[in-house]
C-alpha cells in the first residue's frame, strides 16, 4: 500500500496569501495523484488531477505540481472561500489511498 | 447535471449488516467506474473500493476487504455497497464518487453522502 505524507498538518494564512501544500508518496504515483477540497458538511471537491490538470470550473489560483514522490498544490491568492482541508490521493492501483489532510485556516 | 445520491445509511449494531446505495443520473452510468469512500468522525478521507464501468474490475481498502462488496445494477444506474460484519470503527460518512473520464482514477462528482453508526 502507498502512503500518502501530507504536510504541514496545518496552514495559517490570511486571505490574498499564497498557500503551499506538499504531499509526499512511499513510492512512485507518477503523476496519478489528485487533490481535493473538503468543507465541513460538503462533498469533497475534485481541484486537480494527473497531478497538475486543474478539473472542470477549478479557478486559476489552484495549481498542481510534482511527479513521482513529490507533490505540491499551490493556492494563489487565498479566497475566503479557500479555507478548507485539502487531500492529495493517488490513484496508479488500488488501494487508492488518501494522504491525512492540510488544514487551511485563516490567520 | 450529474447527481449522486446514497441511501440506506442508519443505526446498527456491531456485528451487524447494511446495505448502501448510490442513485446516479445525468451520465451514462454504465461507461464509468464508481468509487466508495468514507470519513470517520474528526478523521480524513478514506478510500473503500471501487467497480470499473463493466463491473468486472473490483478492488477494496485492506480494512474492508472480506467484509464489504461493492456492486452495480446499470439497468437501475445504481451502485451498492454491502456491508457486513460491521463494527464501531466502520462508524463514518459514507460518499459515493464517479470517475472523471473513462478509466481514470480521480473522481469528479461525489454525492452528498449518508451516515452508518456502529453502535450498540
Known amino acids: 500500500e502507498i502512503v500518502l505524507t501530507q504536510s504541514p498538518a496545518s496552514l495559517s494564512l490570511s486571505p490574498g496569501e499564497r498557500a503551499t501544500l506538499s504531499c509526499g508518496a512511499s513510492q512512485s504515483v507518477a503523476t496519478s495523484l489528485a487533490w481535493y477540497q473538503k468543507k465541513p458538511g460538503q462533498a469533497p471537491r475534485l481541484l486537480i488531477y494527473?497531478?497538475?490538470d486543474r478539473a472542470t470550473g477549478i479557478p486559476d489560483r489552484f495549481s498542481g505540481s510534482g511527479s513521482g514522490t513529490d507533490f505540491t498544490l499551490t493556492i494563489n491568492g487565498l479566497e475566503p472561500e479557500d479555507f478548507a482541508v485539502y487531500y492529495c490521493q493517488h490513484y496508479i492501483y488500488p488501494p487508492r489511498t488518501f494522504g491525512q489532510g492540510t488544514k487551511v485556516e485563516i490567520k | 447535471e450529474v447527481q449522486l445520491v446514497e441511501s440506506g445509511g442508519g443505526l446498527v449494531q456491531p456485528g451487524g449488516s447494511l446495505r448502501l446505495s448510490c442513485a446516479a443520473s445525468?451520465?451514462?452510468?454504465?461507461?464509468?467506474?464508481m468509487n466508495w469512500v468514507r470519513q470517520a468522525p474528526g478523521k480524513g478521507l478514506e478510500w473503500l473500493s471501487v467497480?470499473?464501468?463493466?463491473?468486472?474490475?473490483?478492488f477494496y481498502a485492506d480494512s474492508v476487504r472480506g467484509r464489504f462488496t461493492i456492486s452495480r445494477d446499470d439497468s437501475k444506474n445504481t451502485v451498492y455497497l454491502q456491508m457486513n460484519s460491521l463494527r464501531a470503527e466502520d462508524t463514518a460518512i459514507y460518499y459515493c464518487?464517479?470517475?472523471?473520464?473513462?478509466?481514470?482514477?480521480?473522481?469528479?462528482?461525489w454525492g452528498r453522502g449518508t451516515l452508518v453508526t456502529v453502535s450498540s
Open positions: 467497480i470499473s464501468g463493466n463491473g468486472r474490475a473490483i
Open positions: 494527473d497531478a497538475s
Open positions: 445525468g451520465f451514462t452510468f454504465s461507461s464509468y467506474a
Open positions: 464518487a464517479k470517475a472523471t473520464r473513462y478509466g481514470s482514477g480521480d473522481t469528479d462528482s
